[in-house]
């Protein structure tokens, strides 16, 4: 099959699911099970991977481990770009000390959701920003993830004009790069493109992550907008899990089996290898992921008949 010639020619796939997917499951996975997925999903051709975040154990027990996993993915596999998410200035001091290229620094868009997310405002969550920027000093690369940028699950629509003006001011703060995620997977294709359209001169050349989750199954819509309008990194995690736990009822990401099946037939260079992807995705679900309420929700890969 030939490119559609306003695409672009490869994508960054970002692999979510050891943190996003994981912080979402209840019963503790242990830490072992965990890197021998991280490897799995490194064999599939992952080259770029959130493996955790270093946020307060009491929020989320599930990622407690998170030094001894991103000290041990960082050992076995030294070339891979790995990304640890910070909520505040202890979590980007506990990631630099494992050795983590990229801190992902999180807040929400919207007031309430980084209220009941991260316990503090909009305003103090930029004034931590600067204390991460310094304390780095060139040791990692910072980004920020600005959660709630489409939707947010108690305001509703978030207005593109405050994610423009968010998106300046951490620009100004230092971040190399930025993730705008839907948080909650309920954005119609149409809203997301409209949001893209204005916050496009905000961005001003700054690479971006897209990170979509898939509550109403539009996921692949929205990445299909995001593309014709030249983006080209984006968040997914195998197995489709994911989801934050301060937006009841949000699922989760785009399957990243899915999402390259996609790209790949459109003649898009991911790197990876979907079928090596549903085989994780697989073993997650064997493990118990899906028997614990967590459903691996990958749809490429079912079993439809012998060639299959
Ligand atoms: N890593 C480990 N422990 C941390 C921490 C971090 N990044 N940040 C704070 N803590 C500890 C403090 O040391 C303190 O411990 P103590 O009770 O033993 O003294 C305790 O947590 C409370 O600290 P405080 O600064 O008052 O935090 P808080 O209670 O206001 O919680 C967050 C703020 C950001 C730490 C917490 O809300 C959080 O971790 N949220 C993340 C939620 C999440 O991961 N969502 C999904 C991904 S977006
Ligand atoms: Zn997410």
């Not at 990304?83 to 990631?95: I, S």
């Not at 968010?166 to 190399?176: D, N, P, Y």
């Amino acid at each position: 099959m030939r490119k559609d010639a306003a695409l672009p020619d490869s994508v960054v796939v970002r692999e979510v699911c050891p943190r996003d997917g994981f912080q979402n499951v209840k019963e503790f996975i242990p830490t072992e099970r965990k890197l021998e997925w991280i490897d799995a999903l490194f064999e599939a051709g992952v080259t770029e991977m959130e493996v955790t975040s270093f946020v307060s154990p009491k929020a989320i027990p599930q990622l407690a481990d998170a030094a001894e996993v991103l000290t041990e993915t960082k050992r076995r596999h030294p070339t891979a770009r790995l990304t640890a998410l910070v909520p505040n200035t202890k979590g980007a001091e506990r990631a630099l000390a494992c050795g983590a290229d990229v801190l992902n620094v999180v807040f929400s868009a919207s007031e309430s959701h980084n209220k009941a997310n991260l316990n503090r405002s909009v305003a103090e969550s930029l004034s931590g920003l600067d204390d991460i920027a310094r304390l780095i000093e060139g040791r990692a690369e910072l980004s920020v993830s600005i959660a709630t940028s489409f939707m947010c699950p108690f305001e509703g629509r978030t207005d593109p004009r405050r994610v423009s003006e968010l998106i300046g001011i951490v620009r100004e703060k230092g971040a190399r790069s930025i993730c705008l995620a839907e948080t909650i997977g309920t954005c119609h294709p149409r809203d997301f493109a409209e949001t893209l359209d204005a916050v496009f001169p905000a961005l001003d050349g700054i690479p971006v992550f897209l990170h979509i989750h898939n509550t109403f199954g539009m996921a692949l819509l929205n990445v299909r907008e995001a593309l014709v309008r030249g983006f080209d990194r984006f968040d997914s995690a195998a197995g489709g899990l994911g989801g934050c736990p301060y937006a009841p009822g949000a699922a989760g990401n785009a399957a990243t089996e899915d999402l390259v099946f996609y790209l790949n037939g459109l003649g898009i260079e991911t790197g990876l290898d979907p079928l090596a992807l549903v085989k994780v995705a697989r073993w997650m679900r064997d493990y118990g992921l899906g028997t614990l309420g967590h459903l691996v929700k990958s749809r490429f890969g079912q079993p439809v008949g012998p060639c299959c």
